[in-house]
Every structure is written in C-alpha cells, then in structure tokens.
C-alpha cells in the first residue's frame, strides 16, 4: 500500500498484490491477513476504476468476511457491492442482497446510502441520484464514477424530450448533478448539444438528440 502512495505505479501493486492473492488461494488461508490483502487490493483496483480486479476482491471478500465475521470493514465493502450491481445493471441480485439485510447491516451508515442510491436509481428518481453521488462517502463515488456518466446521458435523453422547446442550463446541472452551469457546459459541449442562443443559457430540446453511450 505504501508503494502505491508514494509511487502510483498500479501495474506494479496490482501484479504484485494478485501473487499475494495466489499464494493465499493456493493455500487456502482464509485469515485476517487474507481480508486485508483483498480490501487492500480492492480499494486501490476502485481508485484505478479497474472494476474487473475489483469484483475479483470483492467476490472473494464475501467468503472471507464469513470466516472472518470481526475483521476488516465489512459494511462499507456491502455497500460497494451494492453500487457494483448498479454498473453491472444487476437489479435481481441486489434486490437479493438488500431483502436480506441484517439489522446490523441496516444501521451502517454506508450501508444504507448505498440503498438509498439503488432505490433511486431503480424507480428512475434521477433527480436524487445525482445528489447522493456529489455527497458519496468514502469510495462510494469511485463505483459511481464508473456509470455516472451513462445515467446523465440517460437523463438527458429524458430531458430534452419532456422539456421542449427549451431548457435552462443552469436546471440541466441541478438535475444531473454537476455543482455548477461551468462544469455542465463542458459536459454539454461534448454531447454537441443545440443552445438558443450565442450565451449558451438554454438548451434547444428540439434540435438536440441524445445518445446514451
């Protein structure tokens, strides 16, 4: 963990990291230093936005939490697994996951904002989507920021058809989440979005089309 703080070099931790993981598996240990190499691992693939070498971890995590029910951060890595189902559009297994919720994992804090987010996600409520991602906790909005964008296309896609003729920008970054018309105009610009207008404060709905890539 120190050589990624100090060095960056992801190539390098992320190989030397899967030869821990190896080595365990090979083994089967199945101990407390076997959950803090998966979470290590985890954390930094999630950083990285590297999310196949994530669900790798986190898989694993799952069965090592079991046999290890006192060690690492259990509640937290729930929660990602959540959000994971989000990026994957796996709606049957969180659904799964959140029915079965212990009252202990219910309280987690983490927890419980991941399922705040697939609840909105899930009835379409993008409006709340959006703020729960500008106020995602600890690594949360590493797995968001993997399908944010996806969402904000779908979004507008919506938008521009139950808006027009036009629409604010400045109602656009509310509604999608950006903290300011700036930053939304530079994501606007991108999809080449039609403006009424020189100053770029409204949308044109009816010349703009939206994909969702």
Not at 33 to 45: L, M, S
């Amino acid at each position: 963990m120190n050589k990624w703080k100090t060095e960056g070099n992801y190539a390098f931790v992320c190989e030397q990291l899967k030869s821990i993981r190896q080595d365990l598996t090979i083994q089967n240990i199945k101990n407390e230093f076997a959950v803090k190499v998966y979470e290590c691992h985890a954390r930094i693939a999630m950083e990285k936005l590297d999310l196949t070498e994530y669900n790798q971890c986190q898989t694993r995590l799952i069965d090592l939490y079991i046999h290890n029910p006192k060690s690492g951060y259990p509640h937290e890595f729930l929660a990602y697994r959540i959000l994971y189902y989000i990026y994957i559009k796996n709606n049957a297994d969180a659904l799964k996951v959140v029915a079965n919720l212990t009252a202990e994992q219910q309280s987690s804090d983490d927890v419980r904002f991941a399922v705040q987010v697939f609840n909105a996600w899930t009835t379409g409520n993008y409006y709340r989507f959006f703020k729960f991602y500008l106020v995602a906790p600890k690594m949360s909005g590493y797995i968001m920021d993997a399908y944010v964008q996806r969402e904000r296309n779908l979004t507008l896609k919506k938008i521009v058809k139950s808006y027009k003729p036009s629409i604010s920008v400045a109602k656009v970054a509310d509604l999608i989440g950006y903290p300011d018309t700036d930053t939304a105009l530079v994501y606007l610009d991108e999809l080449n979005v039609f403006y009424t207008n020189s100053n770029r404060t409204h949308i044109d709905c009816k010349k703009t089309t939206v994909t969702e890539d």
